[in-house]
């Protein structure tokens, strides 16, 4: 089976702080999508960042950012000037672009800014 | 825009009932969709893959005749709980995308409990 393994289950830290999150994955494709996505208590799916494989420059936006090393098949985000609000869990995703399967989730870190 | 409603957002039924969860995409025409079961602080499992006009194709381990899904037009996707069981009892959440390159947009969830 193709997996998502997020090592980190909790983080917390301290709200302005900056925090990275990692992931790893393991995949037999050459073209395919990562994404991070992010779960509030609501429990809403959130896409915070997306990254095509193929394209080497790291994706960002704003506060958000990704260290995507292709070789090493990891895929951390990095979050700057942590806020409360980011306080959720964060699940890392791939998917293989051109078929018709679903996201493959990692297990999710739960991440707590403290005030 | 690429707003996905899941309806309801909560459910109560006795068990041996059936309950249909409803997924629309409201803006966007979704020629694939998924149907996720998440239990609490775990993550997203993917149940089905449903394809417009076409029968879904269900993971493995996941009973087709209890997790009856049908994706009817474009932007609808249901997925019917047959004779439900506490068991089945989790937070379901659909996600749609318009091709095999954009990303999966989800819906708010329902929150199903079998009593």
């Known amino acids: 089976a193709q997996t998502v393994t997020q090592s980190q289950p909790e983080m917390s830290v301290q709200e302005a702080e900056t925090v990275t999150l990692s992931c790893t994955y393991d995949t037999s494709e050459s073209n395919y999508y990562l994404f991070w996505y992010k779960q509030p208590p609501s429990r809403q799916m959130i896409l915070v960042i997306r990254?095509?494989?193929?394209?080497?420059q790291n994706a960002t936006e704003n506060r958000f950012s990704v260290n995507f090393q292709k070789a090493a098949k990891s895929f951390s985000l990095k979050i700057s000037d942590s806020q409360l609000g980011d306080t959720a869990m964060y699940f890392c995703a791939r998917y293989s672009g051109g078929g018709a399967d679903g996201l493959t989730f990692g297990k999710g870190t739960h991440l707590i800014i403290q005030p | 825009g690429a707003v996905v409603s899941q309806h309801p957002s909560w459910v109560i039924c006795k068990s041996g009932t059936s309950v249909k969860i409803e997924c629309r995409s409201l803006?966007?025409?979704?020629?694939?969709m998924f149907w996720y079961r998440q239990f609490p602080k775990q993550s997203l499992m993917l149940m089905a893959t449903s394809n417009e006009g076409s029968k879904a194709t269900y993971e493995q381990g996941v009973e087709k005749d209890k997790f009856l899904i049908n994706h009817a037009s474009l932007t609808l996707s249901t997925l019917t709980v047959t004779s439900a069981h506490p068991e089945d009892s989790s937070f379901y959440i659909c996600s749609a995308r318009m091709d095999s390159s954009s990303p999966l947009h989800f819906g708010n969830g329902t929150r199903l409990t079998v009593t």
């Open positions: 803006d966007f025409q979704a020629t694939t």
């Open positions: 990254q095509e494989a193929y394209k080497q």
